[in-house]
């Protein structure tokens, strides 16, 4: 592949290929990223709220698992505080130790002991210890007086009036729950029940990742259980104390979760303080370790993305590349075009979109072209041949001059003052029409040529026509309008409108100022007209449009003039009554001044 080629479909300045290639792949990629980013946020998030919810659920379990032990182990201390027959008649027996009734004691309380306990492995051990110094017991380790005096055996008899919960290390660790035991509102002794640690163990046994810890404490601030092999950044018991501490003033039972940095690392904490024990629970979850498979799934993610996005830049490639090639056929038929080759080879785009549209506007300006080429070709050999017979025609002007004038001389030397008269007002007539090449005349100017005009057209009627003149301002008469504008009008007026009628007829032309605008109004006594021949003389479509029989400018094509140049409201306006009248009002804007020195053929 050239480099020129690769440029062409990638660089967004050369090509439309490049520009939707390019759009193509940065709406690909944006696409790509946002929804990697959004799933591996939300995974990020499911992760924590599945690990938080997995944790809460194990304490809340733990606990509910321990408060059922708990509550089984409350059962069998009060069937022990409550039998006096076995129990309390027992310790405050005066027996002996070692004696035959002491003997028969011990066993008929063990195997009472040992009935309770049966079937129950997550008790080690059930005792009774006398103040008497009686100890009774069943299961292990062994017990015997000593432990009177212990700490202890003084913690159970302060807090054991309903329940004690004490946790107890040395030998072997093990939680005991003890009762006081009372008759005639006096303590004569203590029943402990020993929990088997591997239960609790097993029962709190909660780690979502290798290096998670959990910590249960009770009332007093110790410890009652902490996972095996916490790790070397373990917080020290004195923070796990605090946040133990924390979380009590929060008052939530039911457990609270947190993100918290301790020692430099980020913990996801969750707690939980049970309503049974009291002892508080706390999970601490390393952010790091929770999120480790995050960080695999992002890297599938991404791993998938590039996938993804190469497939993308190859599709956008094939797609960019069928979408731009019939604009790349157009521009080879352009450049033939601009090299002045309009046979173009036969490529024809069937597409109907915009890129095919534009194929048949370029197609049909191709054919203009070669029909304007073909007009331009014809022309200027007409153009030859017309500069040829102005050539021959330039003499045309003086000889018909020079032949009014003569017949104008021969007509006073003959005596005929009519003829004399007819031949003059011509010349200036056709002076005006021909000789001057101005585009404004004045008033006065334009009035001139109606008179002669006037001077002509007389001879064709038997009656006179009387033209009447309406100057209220002779500087109006300075003002500037279109050159023959007036004369086709009062031309109109005596053909169509006085023409016809044997006798009385005249014209009236008034020019006034209205609003510092310029009017000049013809009006006729004559046959008048419908609206509908008015709307065909100012606009309407007609077969043949009316005009003057000697400048071959009618009133619509004045109208036309006046509105081309100077826009509404400047032009004609017409007012009629058949058999009345007829009144052709023409408005100009008052320009004052002459149009500039004539030019004349003379």
Do not use: C
């Amino acid at each position: 592949m050239k480099l020129s080629t690769l440029r062409r479909w990638v660089s967004p300045s050369l090509s439309i290929q490049g520009k939707i290639f390019l759009a193509f792949s940065l709406v690909a990629l944006l696409s790509i990223v946002s929804i990697s980013v959004i799933v591996y946020l939300n995974m990020r998030e499911t992760i924590k709220s599945n690990a938080v919810t997995s944790v809460s659920d194990s304490i809340r379990q733990a606990d509910e698992s321990l408060n059922i032990m708990l509550e089984e182990i409350d059962r069998l201390n009060t069937m022990v505080v409550t039998n006096k027959n076995t129990v309390i008649d027992t310790l405050l027996s005066p027996s002996e130790e070692i004696s035959y009734e002491w003997f028969q004691e011990q066993k008929r309380i063990e195997e009472f002991l040992s009935s309770l306990v049966a079937n129950k492995p997550y008790i080690a051990r059930i005792a009774v210890v006398g103040l008497s110094g009686k100890v009774f017991f069943t299961g292990g380790p062994w017990l015997d007086r000593s432990v009177l005096g212990t700490p202890m055996m003084d913690y159970m008899l302060r807090n054991g009036s309903r329940h004690a919960y004490l946790k107890q290390t040395g030998v072997t660790e093990t939680i005991t729950v003890g009762r006081e035991i009372r008759y005639n509102r006096q303590t004569i002794g203590v029943v402990m029940v020993d929990l088997n640690y591997d239960f609790i163990r097993k029962t709190y046994g909660v780690r979502p990742t290798a290096d998670s810890m959990l910590y249960v404490l009770d009332q007093q601030d110790e410890f009652v259980y902490r996972s095996d092999h916490t790790p070397s950044f373990a917080p020290s018991d004195q923070r796990i104390v605090d946040m133990k501490r924390k979380f009590a003033k929060l008052g939530k039972a039911e457990g609270d979760v947190e993100e918290r940095v301790i020692g430099g690392r980020s913990y996801i904490v969750v707690s939980r303080q049970s309503d049974h024990t009291g002892w508080s629970t706390l999970a601490l979850i390393p952010t790091n370790s929770l999120l480790s498979e995050s960080a695999r799934l992002l890297k599938l993610i991404i791993e998938a993305s590039a996938i993804v996005l190469l497939v993308v830049l190859i599709v956008s490639l094939q797609v960019s590349s069928r979408i731009t090639i019939n604009i790349r056929r157009l521009k080879s038929m352009m450049m033939l075009v601009k090299d002045g080759n309009l046979t173009l080879p036969k490529k024809e785009i069937a597409a109907k979109d915009e890129v095919g549209q534009l194929y048949h506007v370029f197609m049909g300006m191709v054919e203009e072209l070669k029909r304007l080429f073909e007009g331009i070709r014809v022309s200027e050999q007409e153009k030859r041949e017309a500069e040829l017979t102005a050539l021959q025609a330039q003499i045309r002007p003086h000889f018909l001059y020079n032949s009014l004038n003569t017949i104008k001389y021969l007509a006073k030397l003959n005596g005929t003052p009519n003829i004399e008269e007819v031949s003059g007002s011509l010349i200036d007539l056709m002076r005006g029409v021909l000789g001057n090449s101005n585009e404004y005349l004045t008033v006065r100017e334009e009035l001139d040529y109606v008179r002669s005009y006037i001077s002509i057209v007389k001879y064709k009627y038997m009656e006179p026509i009387i033209v009447h003149e309406e100057i209220e301002d002779p500087s109006l008469l300075d003002s500037r309008v279109l050159k023959l504008t007036l004369q086709p009008i009062v031309e109109n007026a005596v053909l169509h409108g006085i023409g016809s009628r044997e006798q009385g007829g005249f014209v009236t032309i008034r020019v006034y100022e209205d609003n510092r605008d310029l009017m000049i109004e013809v009006t006729d006594n004559g046959k008048g007209m419908t609206p509908e021949q008015m709307e065909q003389l100012l606009g309407g479509t007609v077969t043949k449009p009316t005009s003057s029989r000697f400048s071959g400018m009618g009133v619509r094509n004045v109208h036309e003039r006046i509105v081309r140049s100077f826009e509404a409201p400047y032009g004609i306006r017409l007012y009629s009554e058949p058999g009345l009248y007829t009144k052709v009002e023409i408005r100009f804007p008052n320009l004052r001044g002459r149009a500039g020195s004539e030019q004349e053929v003379s």
